[in-house]
């Protein structure tokens, strides 16, 4: 029987993709079946994955209309026929032994899934790599362990989503389980409320230690699939999945204590991507429309309990405000705008030496009607603070 099938999804990409093939088909192990599915490329991708797979029998080669990536990863599971499944994207590559590294570990252990670190190198249009691990994800994984049941998997899955290694699809999962569940094909965010959704699946679970898949990513934003691209629907993706992981926890009766400042806290944390997606050159949102969302949207209640469960309010007004201080200095907003009240709280926050009118600017812009959540107000509070101490300025407020 086939130990592996890989799975490789690609679109339009003539350039890198017979890279990623080659890091597959040099594995000393060769007992593999490499899928790839052409999502209706219109270059050279598509003839270049035919005259591989003549030349090569483990090579299987799916052509489908154009459906996104998800939609590539669900139509090549349902073909594969090997006892586990790894996915490699088109622009990344496998490390050299990485298939006889997890064929030994099956051998030893037989385990549902086999949790592998990726590593995340920052590089030029040459795959030269300029940064490594630019997101210092090593570190984050520094032992190989074993989890033989499905108690110690429910146990352990907060150290899965601490060490992101639930937070993506580059895992090697057995075949009967990754054909339980399709990955959704309408968010960004699709391979984490996958590895959700499976859970419950999984009753053993190993950790790898070695570095198994190398992702790349470019310097020139265009170039990524899809990091500095802008999705409207990125907030209620992160609020889904922040609800998705509480359910599962609920479901597995995890005290609360264990688990909620993990989730609450990344939550948080979002919302710094979350501002830097309104950022993307391809947001089609006026500097005033992206002000709004941000000062009427990113607050919602879910937000709300995740900083009352972690006493994130002052992190949480820092992020925001911090996101908002980059978008006007990108773009602006002008003196007659309905958002006005917005630069002039954060010019009158950030003045060094305050007088009565910067109090009066920041007290407006917190109660401000378009800023129903008062974000601000924690600074707003402690600059108060700070003045009936020191009895300096604002007499008048």
Same mark, same amino acid.
């Given at each position: 029987?086939?130990?592996?099938?890989?799975?490789?999804?690609?679109?339009?990409?003539?350039?890198?993709?017979?890279?990623?093939?080659?890091?597959?088909?040099?594995?000393?192990?060769?007992?593999?079946?490499?899928?790839?599915?052409?999502?209706?490329?219109?270059?050279?991708?598509?003839?270049?994955?035919?005259?591989?797979?003549?030349?090569?029998?483990?090579?299987?080669?799916?052509?489908?209309?154009?459906?996104?990536?998800?939609?590539?990863?669900?139509?090549?599971?349902?073909?594969?026929?090997?006892?586990?499944?790894?996915?490699?994207?088109?622009?990344?590559?496998?490390?050299?032994?990485?298939?006889?590294?997890?064929?030994?570990?099956?051998?030893?252990?037989?385990?549902?899934?086999?949790?592998?670190?990726?590593?995340?190198?920052?590089?030029?249009?040459?795959?030269?790599?300029?940064?490594?691990?630019?997101?210092?994800?090593?570190?984050?994984?520094?032992?190989?362990?074993?989890?033989?049941?499905?108690?110690? /998997?429910?146990? =352990?899955? %907060?150290?899965?989503?601490? !060490?992101?290694?639930? *937070?993506?699809?580059?895992? +090697?999962?057995?075949? &009967?389980?990754?054909?339980?569940?399709?990955?959704?094909?309408? /968010?960004?965010? =699709?391979? %984490?409320?996958?590895?959700? !959704?499976?859970?419950? *699946?999984?009753?053993?679970? +190993?950790?790898?230690? &070695?570095?198994?898949?190398?992702?790349?990513?470019?310097?020139?934003?265009?170039?990524?699939?899809?990091?500095?691209?802008?999705?409207?629907?990125?907030?209620?993706?992160?609020?889904?999945?922040?609800?998705?992981?509480?359910?599962?926890?609920?479901?597995?009766?995890?005290?609360?204590?264990?688990?909620?400042?993990?989730?609450?806290?990344?939550?948080?944390?979002?919302?710094?991507?979350?501002?830097?997606?309104?950022?993307?050159?391809?947001?089609?949102?006026?500097?005033?429309?992206?002000?709004?969302?941000?000062?009427?949207?990113?607050?919602?209640?879910?937000?709300?309990?995740?900083?009352?469960?972690?006493?994130?309010?002052?992190?949480?007004?820092?992020?925001?405000?911090?996101?908002?201080?980059?978008?006007?200095?990108?773009?602006?907003?002008?003196?007659?705008?309905?958002?006005?009240?917005?630069?002039?709280?954060?010019?009158?926050?950030?003045?060094?030496?305050?007088?009565?009118?910067?109090?009066?600017?920041?007290?407006?812009?917190?109660?401000?009607?378009?800023?129903?959540?008062?974000?601000?107000?924690?600074?707003?509070?402690?600059?108060?603070?700070?003045?009936?101490?020191?009895?300096?300025?604002?007499?008048?407020?």
């Amino acid at each position: 029987m086939l130990m592996f099938s890989m799975i490789m999804p690609v679109y339009n990409n003539e350039k890198y993709f017979p890279l990623a093939v080659k890091s597959i088909l040099e594995q000393d192990y060769t007992n593999f079946e490499l899928i790839i599915v052409d999502d209706g490329s219109t270059d050279k991708t598509s003839g270049l994955a035919d005259e591989m797979a003549a030349q090569d029998k483990r090579i299987r080669v799916i052509h489908q209309k154009n459906q996104w990536i998800y939609a590539s990863f669900n139509n090549g599971i349902k073909a594969a026929q090997g006892e586990y499944i790894y996915i490699v994207n088109s622009d990344d590559k496998l490390e050299a032994g990485a298939l006889s590294l997890m064929a030994e570990k099956i051998k030893e252990y037989h385990p549902d899934i086999i949790w592998t670190k990726v590593i995340a190198h920052l590089c030029d249009s040459d795959q030269k790599i300029i940064e490594y691990d630019k997101y210092r994800l090593d570190g984050l994984v520094t032992q190989e362990k074993y989890y033989k049941n499905a108690e110690e /998997v429910r146990k =352990a899955w %907060v150290y899965f989503i601490s !060490s992101s290694l639930a *937070y993506n699809q580059a895992n +090697l999962y057995r075949r &009967e389980i990754m054909q339980r569940q399709q990955f959704r094909n309408d /968010v960004y965010g =699709a391979d %984490v409320l996958y590895n959700i !959704s499976i859970a419950d *699946y999984i009753h053993s679970a +190993l950790v790898l230690k &070695e570095p198994v898949y190398i992702h790349y990513i470019y310097g020139d934003p265009k170039m990524n699939a899809s990091i500095g691209k802008y999705y409207p629907y990125v907030h209620s993706m992160y609020n889904e999945i922040y609800e998705q992981h509480k359910r599962l926890f609920s479901g597995w009766n995890v005290l609360k204590e264990d688990y909620i400042q993990l989730i609450g806290k990344r939550r948080i944390a979002e919302l710094t991507t979350e501002l830097r997606n309104l950022q993307a050159a391809n947001c089609p949102l006026s500097p005033e429309e992206k002000l709004e969302f941000v000062f009427k949207t990113c607050v919602d209640e879910i937000v709300k309990e995740c900083i009352q469960e972690t006493g994130g309010e002052e992190e949480t007004e820092s992020r925001i405000l911090s996101g908002v201080r980059e978008l006007l200095i990108k773009e602006g907003i002008c003196e007659g705008s309905k958002m006005y009240f917005v630069y002039e709280l954060l010019d009158s926050l950030l003045c060094y030496e305050k007088d009565d009118d910067d109090f009066r600017k920041i007290e407006k812009a917190v109660f401000h009607p378009l800023n129903p959540q008062h974000i601000g107000s924690v600074f707003y509070k402690k600059l108060l603070q700070g003045q009936k101490q020191y009895g300096t300025g604002t007499e008048n407020i």
